[in-house]
């Protein structure tokens, strides 16, 4: 019973016409790789005699980390890479000087994720379809326009290859066979024999398809595809827990040089602050020297007048010479001193001594008065 109905679940699937559409498009990508691949390997084999060539006084590669390479070799081939980034860690750069392999090796890196069939991928025949047109695309060796070879691989790659329920409508189907025709028609390809023979094909099997017949070939080539997304999504989730861990442990060096920078930000504050703290002082020990020789002379000079006013018939000849001696004293001593006295420490040494002998005397005057 159930093989009936799968029969029956088949028969449906075969006769939908967007089936058929999807069919017809895979099969049409066949035929483009049948006409192109002698093409590519011709070509790829002349871009490896050319490097051998140019770099034929250079020694082989040896640089020791795979997925980073600064060697001669690397060098010139990051430059024939339309994007400079190679991919490689899917080549053997031991084999690059290699005669009879060392072609495609070099025309790995330029392919996407080839994932566990790098090893058997050795030259055009085993390579899949993805390969081929990102080959063509990336390797600025080949002279077919880029915008073609483009569109051909957004077919490949996403009308086809991720058509929900492998389903195509009649437009889409439509523009799909009309970019695999203008990339096979393509001024580069306009002579070639193969080319020309995949077009006929193409035309013949538009005008009479045969689902039945090609849907085998079409849903092995559909799986080798979806083998290969996996693959690039193995690739891609390796990449992003390698990326995860490298996150953590940059954080945790962000994390280090934080806190190191916020010790070092605590001692250069503390250091600002004494700086500050000293800066205020000295201001204030310069401030407090002649202010307080001032309040004192004012003091002195407003109790003396007090004392003097109210004592005046009180004070004898001799008092009188003194204090106008003192005053002459003083005032020759301030004429003396220039504008550098008070950096040098003349001034305030000259003016204490003033200050003293005035504070002497009229020490010695109030005992006078007062007695």
Not at 20 to 44: C, F, K
């Amino acid at each position: 019973m159930s093989s009936l109905l799968a029969s029956a679940d088949w028969q449906s699937k075969i006769l939908k016409k967007e089936y058929q559409n999807w069919l017809a498009v895979g099969h049409a990508l066949s035929l483009m790789l049948d006409g192109l691949r002698p093409y590519i390997e011709r070509e790829v084999k002349a871009f490896h005699g050319a490097l051998l060539a140019n770099l034929a006084t250079v020694p082989p590669c040896t640089c020791p980390k795979p997925t980073k390479h600064t060697c001669a070799w690397a060098t010139q081939v990051i430059r024939c890479h339309r994007g400079g980034k190679p991919k490689w860690h899917q080549s053997d750069p031991t084999l690059w000087t290699d005669p009879r392999r060392g072609y495609w090796e070099v025309a790995k890196v330029f392919m996407s994720d080839l994932g566990t069939s790098k090893a058997t991928v050795v030259d055009a025949s085993t390579t899949d379809c993805t390969g081929l047109i990102n080959l063509l695309f990336w390797c600025v060796h080949f002279r077919v326009q880029v915008p073609l070879v483009e569109a051909v691989r957004e077919t490949r790659n996403t009308k086809w290859g991720h058509a929900p329920r492998q389903e195509l409508t009649d437009a889409e189907k439509a523009d799909a066979l009309d970019a695999i025709r203008d990339l096979l028609q393509d001024p580069e390809l306009a002579a070639d024999s193969d080319a020309k023979s995949a077009i006929a094909e193409i035309n013949l099997m538009e005008k009479a398809f045969d689902a039945q017949s090609v849907e085998r070939k079409v849903l092995a080539d559909f799986q080798v595809s979806v083998h290969d997304q996996l693959g690039d999504i193995e690739v891609e989730m390796k990449e992003m827990k390698a990326f995860k861990t490298s996150c953590k442990s940059l954080s945790n060096k962000i994390q280090k040089k934080l806190l190191s920078l916020e010790k070092r930000q605590k001692k250069l504050l503390k250091l600002f602050e004494n700086i500050s703290n000293r800066m205020e002082e000295e201001e204030t020990r310069k401030i407090s020297y002649t202010t307080l020789a001032w309040n004192l002379l004012e003091r002195m000079l407003t109790k003396s007048k007090r004392l003097f006013v109210r004592n005046v018939r009180s004070l004898n000849t001799k008092s009188v010479a003194v204090w106008l001696f003192l005053l002459v004293l003083l005032g020759w001593g301030v004429t003396k001193l220039d504008h550098n006295s008070y950096n040098d420490g003349r001034f305030k040494r000259s003016l204490l001594a003033v200050l003293f002998a005035l504070a002497c005397a009229f020490r010695n005057e109030i005992s006078l008065l007062e007695f």
